[in-house]
């Protein structure tokens, strides 16, 4: 079993059991990346004797012991937050999972950007009293409470705009490329015009009024860049 990642950003413990090192080690790089303590374990033995953590990502198909029976026995131990992620599709493995005490089930391939999303939704379940609260210079995000402050000041968003910076908020510095975004704060599935995340991405700007901030790579997609200059007035909502 290994370790990796820091007690900075979202700080809480994740437990990846997945015995294929390839997605092992990318799902481990993504989730440091957010802030995340990662433990790995590649067999059910290993998952069972891992220490304590607040979100395991289950996969279901180990080795020495079905993903199943080890949801089964994390379950009977306490409150941990269990996600299976899997490339078991058919609905009796997803029933036969829930079942048995899982609190999510997402099938192979997804993308990080929903794993994140999930596992934060999972924490807010488990660790209501330490959410995360993501901060870059001015910038406050609370994505328990939806709330975002420049500043100290509340800035009113929409829903769309508050999953847009959520999503960029994450990993500041990061480039998320457009089709990330839109299945964020859209789903995957969306077919409209990509034009429409160039609109409330100029919305979000000119509410948060700080320059800079919301950085467009071209080519490439957005990310939190550096900060050029003290915020402006914000504007009001939209709805």
Not at 71 to 99: F, Q
Not at 132 to 143: N, R
């Amino acid at each position: 079993m290994d370790r990796i990642g820091t007690e900075a950003g979202a700080g809480a413990r994740i437990l990846v059991v997945e015995d294929d090192a390839g997605i092992a080690q990318s799902l481990v790089r993504g989730l440091a990346r957010a802030g995340y303590v990662v433990d790995t374990a590649s067999t059910g033995a290993d998952a069972l004797a891992a220490p304590p953590a607040d979100v395991v990502l289950l996969d279901l198909g180990l080795p020495d012991l079905d993903g199943v029976e080890v949801c089964r026995r994390l379950r009977r131990r306490g409150d941990v937050a269990i996600i299976v992620v899997t490339a078991r599709g058919e609905e009796r493995d997803r029933v036969a999972t829930l079942d048995e005490g899982a609190d999510d089930y997402l099938v192979k391939p997804f993308g990080l950007a929903e794993l994140l999303a999930r596992v934060r939704a999972v924490l807010r379940r488990v660790r209501p009293a330490g959410a995360v609260t993501y901060g870059y210079g001015p910038l406050a995000v609370d994505p328990r409470t939806r709330r975002v402050t420049v500043a100290g000041a509340e800035v009113m968003l929409t829903p769309k705009e508050f999953d847009i910076l959520e999503c960029l908020a994450a990993d500041p510095g990061r480039v998320v490329s457009r089709q990330e975004l839109l299945e964020r704060a859209w789903d995957a599935n969306w077919y409209g015009p990509t034009k429409v995340l160039d609109v409330h991405v100029a919305a979000l700007r000119r509410k948060l009024g700080v320059e800079g901030l919301v950085e467009t790579v071209y080519g490439r997609g957005f990310r939190l860049g550096r900060i050029a200059t003290a915020p402006t007035s914000s504007a009001p909502s939209e709805d």
